[in-house]
């Protein structure tokens, strides 16, 4: 489902403070792991189920993640 947002989002680079799991392919994201979530550029707008991909991934596919 489309959203009015999804041109204002971008991937974000992180450091992982809890465990999380690839939105793409199931891996696990250890704690201290980097991994790129999805950020609204707007300082004012978040998004309460932002998904999380792994190194692996971002480094195959890019910023194609954010059409999956």
């Not at 989002?9 to 999805?38: F, S």
Request: with cysteine; charged share 30%.
């Amino acid at each position: 489902m489309a959203s009015k947002y999804d041109p204002m989002k971008v991937l974000k680079k992180t450091k992982a403070r809890a465990g999380h799991v690839c939105h793409c392919c199931g891996t696990p994201i250890g704690k201290g792991d980097v991994y790129y979530c999805e950020h609204v550029v707007d300082k004012f707008l978040h998004s309460l189920r932002a998904k999380k991909f792994c190194a692996v991934c971002f480094a195959e596919r890019g910023d194609g993640l954010l059409r999956t």
